[in-house]
């Protein structure tokens, strides 16, 4: 995992592993989120699955993105996420 948050990855949507389930995120500061995520789940934090570089896009865009993958692991009761982003 530490070697993947050293890759500079600015902007995107990402999937984890936390305790084994999926939970999806999205950042104009990759690196950073995902740094923090490693800081708050030391424990639980299986491992990075997936990072979409997608630079450029606004906030609500990579909101709407992540949405996507969301419904495209089943939604949230599926996932450790605790909200969907897009309503």
């Not at 993105?65 to 009761?77: A, K």
């Amino acid at each position: 995992i530490e070697e993947a948050v050293e890759t500079a990855i600015t902007e995107g949507v990402y999937i984890l592993l936390i305790d084994g389930i999926p939970y999806v995120g999205q950042s104009n500061d990759i690196d950073r989120r995902l740094k923090e995520h490693i800081n708050k789940h030391v424990d639980k934090l299986d491992n990075v699955v997936k990072v979409f570089n997608i630079e450029g896009f606004t906030k609500p865009m990579r909101e709407l993105f992540e949405q996507l993958v969301i419904d495209e692991l089943g939604g949230i009761e599926n996932l450790a996420n605790k909200r969907n982003p897009v309503s």
